[in-house]
């Protein structure tokens, strides 16, 4: 079974770019959160999809967005870039049946988005 | 607010030897969700335990171990017999009900050597 897919692997852009990050989800899982990782701030919870909905949000300016699409594929996107938003973004999915339970969340190896 | 405290920053240890991460959590909500994940220089979060808030059994698993207490908000991860293997960045992390959202803790460094 394919686990959670995350493309690109590697992105270097510049200051004021935008970026699109695309997250393919474990075969059957609904669910799909996305993650920042940097060293100042740690692991930090951007946004929760399910069934195309946008289920939670997490303190992160409007620059940052996402979507879900109808075969549970997410992506996110990141307008005007900072040099702030260098980090790693992690997708994970989850068999969340949205009827209340949290179910295990595996994530993907990451897009290490690195802004100059 | 819901917070989870891994105050171990790194913990070195030879390998053979047992080891204890510690986590603290604070939720007000009575129904949630506790995880520990394993980060190894690739990067990837490997999933390792789930346990919700109305089961307080301990768990065991090869050499891993959790120990969830309600009473003092922990739930603690012990490895016995460390290999170089389980070398990796771990994170203990918190979601309320009917959520995906992680509330992680900082994370503890552990490094084994041979």
């Known amino acids: 079974k394919a686990g959670v897919t995350q493309t690109p692997r590697y992105l270097i852009k510049t200051r004021g770019q935008q970026v699109t990050l695309s997250c393919s989800p474990i075969s059957g899982h609904r669910s799909v959160s996305w993650y920042q990782q940097t060293p100042g701030q740690g692991l930090q919870f951007l946004f929760e999809y399910f069934s195309e909905t946008q289920r939670n949000k997490g303190n992160f300016p409007g620059r940052f967005s996402g979507r879900q699409f109808s075969n549970s594929r997410s992506e996110m996107n990141v307008s005007t870039l900072e040099l702030g938003d260098s980090a790693l973004y992690l997708c994970?999915?989850?068999?969340?049946?949205?009827?209340?339970?949290?179910?295990?969340?595996?994530f993907g190896e990451g897009s290490r988005l690195t802004v100059l | 607010a819901q917070k989870v405290t891994q105050a171990q920053t790194e913990i070195s240890v030879v390998e053979k030897e047992d080891v204890t991460l510690d986590c603290v959590y604070e939720?007000?909500?009575?129904?949630?969700?506790l995880f520990w994940y394993k980060q190894p220089p690739s990067g990837e979060l490997v999933f390792l335990i789930r346990r919700n808030s109305f089961d307080e059994q301990n768990e065991i698993s090869g050499r891993y171990s959790w120990n969830f207490q309600k009473s003092t908000s922990s739930f603690n991860f012990t490895i016995t017999a460390s290999q170089v293997v389980d070398s990796a960045v771990y994170f203990c992390?918190?979601?309320?009900?009917?959520?995906?959202?992680?509330?992680f803790g900082t994370g503890t460094r552990l490094q084994v050597f041979p």
């Open positions: 939720t007000r909500d009575t129904t949630y969700y």
């Open positions: 992390a918190l979601s309320v009900y009917n959520t995906d959202k992680l509330i």
């Open positions: 994970a999915s989850s068999w969340t049946s949205g009827g209340g339970n949290t179910g295990e969340l595996f």
